[in-house]
């Protein structure tokens, strides 16, 4: 899909290498309340009903881990993004019933998170690279959609 | 997606903290938009340097961002506040509104950047949702 100088690759092992475990859930939970449409898919998941509730909310946590989990997948195989999330892309779309523009969403939500840890180590050039692999995660998550 | 008395509160605080540093946030998030979106470049060709830290790049981030601080006062009425800024990027500057997104998108980065525990996700909605009626005001003239 896309190519990858070494400097490229560096970076995002290196971003991924200072994230931590929350990270998911800060992001999940900033896409449910900033993009608050998004509830439309978490109806299992209890109180959503403020920022705070969203915050508190073990089931979001929970999720954002595994939504974390994932991302590493894309973050160790940078070579093979599509073929990655073939079947993550499947179950969005037939099972899940995600659309599609939520990815982006999530994508922006993950990079303004990162912003707040990285600070000014969220330099143009590491953006512009972190924001190449979402891309290329988002465009792959969408890539079995019938 | 209009603003509650709450957000254009939310709004108008992180706005006067943010103050201070409005001109590295302008310059930043410019700085980003012509990085990180090279496409954007092209509405800059007769500036010698696009590169971040570039005087024009700083000048023209303050400008913007006063744009942004200008909006703030006139949150009760963006829409009629931005009427000649809207008239001078449809008629003359002609910026594709695109674009109002991706620099939207990168104000929001640098101040995650510079305010980490300011920009709550409460405040990131009512920032999003004011920046949003921003572009929507600026869109207004265009056709």
Same mark, same amino acid.
């Given at each position: 899909m896309a190519d990858w100088t070494d400097a490229q690759r560096k970076t995002v092992a290196s971003v991924w290498g200072q994230l931590d475990a929350e990270i998911g859930a800060h992001a999940l939970a900033r896409v449910l309340i900033v993009y608050?449409?998004?509830q439309r898919y978490f109806g299992?998941?209890? !109180? +959503?009903?403020t920022a705070a509730a969203i915050l508190g909310n073990g089931k979001v946590a929970a999720h954002g881990k595994v939504v974390l989990q994932a991302l590493e997948k894309g973050v160790k195989n940078v070579d093979a993004i599509k073929s990655t999330y073939t079947d993550l892309s499947r179950l969005h779309c037939?099972? +899940?019933?995600? !659309?599609? !523009?939520n990815f982006r969403l999530l994508a922006d939500c993950l990079t303004i998170v990162i912003a707040t840890k990285l600070g000014a180590a969220f330099n143009p050039q590491v953006q512009a690279t972190w924001q190449k692999f979402l891309s290329a995660c988002v465009i792959a998550l969408g890539s079995q959609y019938v | 997606m209009s603003l509650s008395a709450k957000e254009k509160k939310l709004v108008k605080t992180f706005f006067a903290k943010i103050t201070p540093k409005a001109e590295d946030i302008g310059h930043e998030a410019l700085s980003r938009t012509l990085f990180v979106y090279?496409?954007?470049?092209t509405y800059f060709s007769h500036w010698k340097d696009l590169s971040p830290g570039s005087p024009q790049v700083r000048k023209h981030g303050m400008t913007v961002m006063g744009g942004y601080m200008d909006a703030v006062e006139k949150i009760d009425d963006i829409t009629g506040g931005l009427m000649s800024l809207s008239e001078l990027h449809a008629f003359?500057?002609?910026?594709?509104?695109?674009n109002f997104k991706i620099i939207t998108h990168n104000v929001l980065v640098v101040m995650a950047m510079y305010f980490p525990d300011d920009f709550t996700p409460e405040v990131h909605v009512a920032v999003d949702k004011f920046l949003s009626k921003v572009n929507q005001a600026l869109s207004e003239k265009y056709r």
């Open positions: 608050p449409w998004t299992s998941f209890g !109180d +959503l009903s037939l099972t +899940l019933k995600v !659309d599609p !523009d | 090279p496409q954007t470049k003359t500057l002609r910026v594709d509104p695109a």
